[in-house]
């Protein structure tokens, strides 16, 4: 039997062996998306220069100062003018 993951991405973790017995709901193993996407809030004053497939970077606290490549990928619609972006792979 094959499985396929409906994500693309890097098996972190496996939890099964070859030819073991699992039930229904059973996890096996775990897949590492390789992609993120992130949603942020723009102010007003500064959401006229965001656009779909601007280049920026994101920052994650966890991570300290460092810095990832991301890309405009959507822009919600109004009212709460909300922007979403996804880093780079």
């Known amino acids: 039997m094959t499985l ?35 949603e942020a809030k723009i102010s007003e004053e500064n959401s006229a220069a965001i656009t779909i497939g601007k280049k920026g970077y994101v920052r994650f606290l966890p991570y300290g100062g460092e810095t990832f ?13 909300r922007r979403s972006v996804s880093p780079c792979t």
Do not use: C, H, K
């Open 69 to 81: 490549d991301a890309e405009v990928i959507n822009i919600l619609p109004a009212p709460m003018r």
């Open 4 to 38: 396929r993951s409906p994500v693309d991405g890097l098996v972190s973790r496996i939890y099964m062996q070859p030819d073991a017995l699992v039930g229904n709901g059973t996890t096996i193993a775990e897949i590492v998306p390789l992609t993120r996407v992130v």
